[in-house]
């Protein structure tokens, strides 16, 4: 899993069949101390209930569909779990 | 996914059987200002009607093979959206 | 698989169904010396016991599904071993 | 999918079953404009007859496994068409 | 597939059921030419009869699982050739 911060949202009129009313969120991936780690060239689906500036935690290929209601959807990036703290 | 700007086709007469009629697309990685963030080596077959200069998501890995008509083809990336506005 | 270190904890309350009991660790990707190769942006779960400071070997992608106790759970990275000792 | 530029070829005796008869060729990414894009480190099987200088398309991960004649190999990468024309 | 060198082994007594009896192999990335492209910090299980020093091609993903006597086994990467002869 990554460790990103939802910085925006991206809408599609134009899409694959399945994917309406999905939620796409542009993250930036970031160090533990929560500074950017690379460019915010990501987008994820959501299924618990990220906003903006949340820290989440993102997986990406295969398990982006394993998330709930995600099954058979061309989705390869899924926020998983929303941060409460971080220790190093 | 990965935010993308098409910017270019590609073509094949020798391929791998099922490909044919595919559009196979040259993508360049762009930040959410739109601006390139990469260099651009991907190349994605698209089922949502994606034209040059259109701004997409793409899908990359197994996520690409779930795509409407793509099951069973050998290909790692696909369009699955055309973005019609970015907010960060 | 890659050389990573635990260097840290990360919690969630708001999660995916499935990952409660899940411990999510903080890796930063080591050499076989020992010293940082990367930033340590990623999170792994764990079923072998480690903890902070341990050096361990970590699996990416579906291969993190394999992993006892989690299949069918959206993971996309797990520690699988803990290092006794590394030869080069 | 990755546009490469076959370069290289390469040979081994000690293998896993089901290898035999593969080629295994090296490859060179490349920018749309034919130039070096990385470090020419990867290799890939073949299935469409692409020869040494051939500008292709290759897949990486799961998909190399779709090719026909590869399903249940142990490759990540292959070769599925060889380019015509890149129009940028 | 990458071309690696086998520069080491790793030990670990505290490991995933079923890892028993699995060889792990420290590999450095290499170059056509033999120079290293980038650092040693992947480590693959082996079912070749690799060596340290060899040249390999390695496998990672889904893939390693495919090799014999990997199904089932949370593992990310393998080597499934020992190289004879690069050509460029």
New interface residues.
């Given amino acids: 899993?990554?460790?990103v911060r939802v910085?925006?949202?991206?809408?599609?009129?134009?899409?694959?069949?399945g994917?309406s009313g999905q939620k796409?969120l542009?993250v930036q991936?970031?160090?533990?101390d929560g500074k950017p780690?690379s460019?915010?060239?990501?987008?994820?689906v959501d299924?618990?209930?990220a906003g903006r500036g949340d820290l989440c935690?993102m997986?990406?290929?295969?398990?982006?569909?394993?998330?709930?209601g995600a099954a058979?959807?061309?989705?390869?990036?899924?926020l998983?779990?929303?941060?409460?703290?971080?220790?190093?």
């Fill in positions: 899993m990554q460790i910085i925006g949202t991206t809408t599609a009129t134009l899409k694959e069949a994917l796409f542009i991936p970031v160090k533990p780690a460019e915010p060239t990501c987008v994820a299924s618990v209930g935690l997986v990406t290929g295969s398990a982006a569909r394993v998330v709930r058979g959807l061309p989705v390869d990036a899924a998983i779990a929303v941060i409460d703290e971080i220790s190093v």
